[in-house]
């Protein structure tokens, strides 16, 4: 089942056009990776898809249902359509506990006592639930990566978009939130992730989305992409990597 499918979408801030022509279909378990040069405009594209950034023509839409009309409740649908953020956006006054709870009650209106049993569940999965009371200043980064992405999940998203998510972690706890992904897609859910990082992109799909100059150039295995000589954007990309 298409879970999104996004047609001819544009993307101008000002005179910079950064988007020209999106067509992308997610199905229903599908995790997908899209990389490309810095700029390239991945950022935003994931944006659009629950209307952190508006788009400027085109259409996205989610279980049948354009997402880019005005009538839409953007709040109901950043439920379904989760955001992980590379730098894990998560409030530094608040504990961890708090951190997932404080979505649960002002996004699915939950009393305090269910959205604690809720959070704690979530947590749980991740074995966050020892840290519950600490604060994100005493987590490690890899902790907080996990705690943002408990705290998409409790809204039980259909669609989890991650933007970065490693890449202000270190290897090993790069390899933790790679394997959480992994876990995540055992689960059914489907999932678009922005990354740099060619092991976190190995590791997680089997197929890379390259994004050059506002459009979408490839879909294709990663070790084709990066053995793909004939393509001098790719290779400029590629090729300042590390093999795969
Ligand atoms: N809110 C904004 N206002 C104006 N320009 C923006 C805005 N957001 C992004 N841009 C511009 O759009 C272009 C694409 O940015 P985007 O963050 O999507 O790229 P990216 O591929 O994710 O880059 P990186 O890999 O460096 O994170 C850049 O030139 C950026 O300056």
């Given at each position: 089942?298409?879970?999104?499918?996004?047609?001819?979408?544009?993307?101008?801030?000002?005179?910079?056009?950064?988007?020209?022509?999106?067509?992308?279909?997610?199905?229903?378990g599908d995790v997908k990776v899209l990389m490309?040069?810095?700029?390239?405009?991945?950022?935003?594209?994931?944006?659009?898809?629950?209307?952190?950034?508006?788009?400027?023509?085109?259409?996205?839409?989610?279980?049948?249902?354009?997402?880019?009309?005005?009538?839409?409740?953007?709040?109901?649908?950043?439920?379904?359509?989760?955001?992980v953020?590379?730098?894990?956006?998560?409030?530094?006054?608040?504990?961890?506990?708090?951190?997932?709870?404080?979505?649960?009650?002002?996004?699915?209106?939950?009393?305090?006592?269910?959205?604690?049993?809720?959070?704690?569940?979530?947590?749980?999965?991740?074995?966050?639930?020892?840290?519950?009371?600490?604060?994100?200043?005493?987590?490690?980064?890899?902790?907080?990566q996990?705690?943002?992405i408990?705290?998409?999940?409790?809204?039980?998203?259909?669609?989890l978009l991650l933007?970065e998510p490693t890449?202000?972690?270190?290897?090993?706890?790069s390899r933790d939130v790679c394997d959480l992904i992994n876990r995540l897609h055992g689960n059914?859910i489907t999932m678009l992730c922005v990354t740099h990082d060619l092991g976190l992109a190995s590791g997680i799909a089997d197929r890379v989305l390259?994004?050059?100059?506002?459009?979408?150039?490839?879909?294709?295995r990663i070790?084709?992409?990066?053995?793909?000589?004939?393509?001098?954007?790719?290779?400029?990309?590629?090729?300042?990597?590390?093999?795969v």
């Open positions: 089942m298409t879970v999104i499918a996004i047609r001819d979408l544009t993307k101008q801030f000002g005179d910079q056009v950064v988007l020209t022509g999106i067509n992308l279909d997610l199905n229903q490309g040069s810095s700029g390239s405009g991945k950022s935003t594209l994931l944006r659009c898809l629950n209307r952190l950034v508006e788009p400027t023509s085109g259409s996205i839409q989610f279980k049948g249902k354009e997402i880019l009309d005005s009538s839409v409740d953007v709040r109901a649908l950043r439920k379904q359509i989760g955001f953020f590379q730098q894990f956006a998560l409030y530094s006054h608040l504990t961890v506990l708090e951190n997932v709870t404080l979505a649960l009650r002002k996004l699915e209106g939950m009393g305090l006592k269910e959205a604690n049993e809720k959070a704690l569940h979530e947590l749980s999965q991740f074995e966050m639930t020892p840290h519950q009371s600490k604060f994100p200043s005493q987590l490690s980064g890899g902790q907080k996990r705690v943002a408990a705290r998409a999940l409790a809204m039980d998203p259909a669609v933007d890449s202000a972690l270190d290897p090993v706890m059914g390259f994004l050059d100059k506002g459009v979408i150039r490839a879909d294709e070790d084709v992409l990066a053995n793909d000589h004939s393509d001098p954007e790719m290779q400029a990309f590629f090729g300042k990597k590390e093999s």
